[in-house]
C-alpha cells in the first residue's frame, strides 16, 4: 500500500516538474537587447544552459544503460524524463531564441510554439520542411541538436520505454 502511494506521489511532483518546466519555458524572458555586450552575455549564458542541460540528460542515459548492463537497481525513471523534457526545452528555447535575434536563421519559426514543435520534429526526426535553419549559425545548432536527439534522447526515450512496457 504504501508503495502505491509512494508511486503516486512521484507521479504527481514529475507531472509538477514538467508543468514548471513548460511553464518557464513559455515565461522566459527573450526578448532582443540592442546593448551588445548583454545580447553577446544572453547568448553565452544560453548556450551554457543548453550546455548543463545537455550534461544532465547525458548524465540521466549513463546512469540507466550502467543499471542496465550490470543488472543493478536502475535510478528512477522520472529523472530520466525530467532530464529529455528539459533537453527538448532547451533546445526550442535556443531555437526561438536565434530566430528572435536574427530572424533569417530559421524560416517559418516566429513563436515559442513554432519552435517547440521544431524542436520536436527534430528530435523525432520527422522534420516536416515547414520550419527549417537557413542561416548558418542556426543550421550549427540544429547539427548539434540532432546529434544530440540521436545519440543522447533516443537513447533515453528507448530507456523509458524498456522500463515502462518492463512494468506492465
Known amino acids: ?56 540528460v547525458t548524465g540521466q542515459v549513463r546512469r540507466q544503460i550502467v543499471a542496465a548492463t550490470h543488472a543493478r537497481a536502475a535510478p528512477p525513471v522520472t529523472h530520466l524524463v525530467l532530464a529529455l523534457i528539459a533537453g527538448l526545452l532547451a533546445f526550442a528555447l535556443a531555437d526561438y531564441v536565434i530566430a528572435r535575434l536574427a530572424p533569417a536563421q530559421f524560416v517559418n519559426l516566429e513563436t515559442r510554439v513554432d519552435a517547440l514543435y521544431f524542436a520536436l520534429a527534430t528530435l523525432t526526426t520527422i522534420g516536416y520542411g515547414d520550419v527549417h535553419a537557413n542561416g548558418q549559425f542556426a543550421r550549427v545548432l540544429v547539427c548539434a541538436q540532432m546529434v544530440f536527439s540521436i545519440g543522447v534522447i533516443a537513447t533515453g526515450f528507448s530507456l523509458v520505454v524498456k522500463r515502462l512496457t518492463a512494468r506492465v
Not at 509512494?6 to 511532483?13: A, E, G, K, S
Not at 511553464?23 to 543548453?50: K, Q
Request: charged share 25%.
Open 1 to 56: 500500500m504504501k508503495q502505491k502511494a509512494d508511486h503516486r506521489l512521484t507521479r504527481r511532483r514529475t507531472s509538477l516538474a514538467c508543468g514548471l518546466l513548460f511553464v518557464t519555458y513559455f515565461v522566459v524572458p527573450v526578448e532582443s537587447d540592442p546593448d551588445p555586450t548583454r545580447l553577446g552575455l544572453r547568448i553565452a549564458l544560453t548556450l551554457l544552459i543548453l550546455g548543463v542541460v545537455a550534461r544532465l
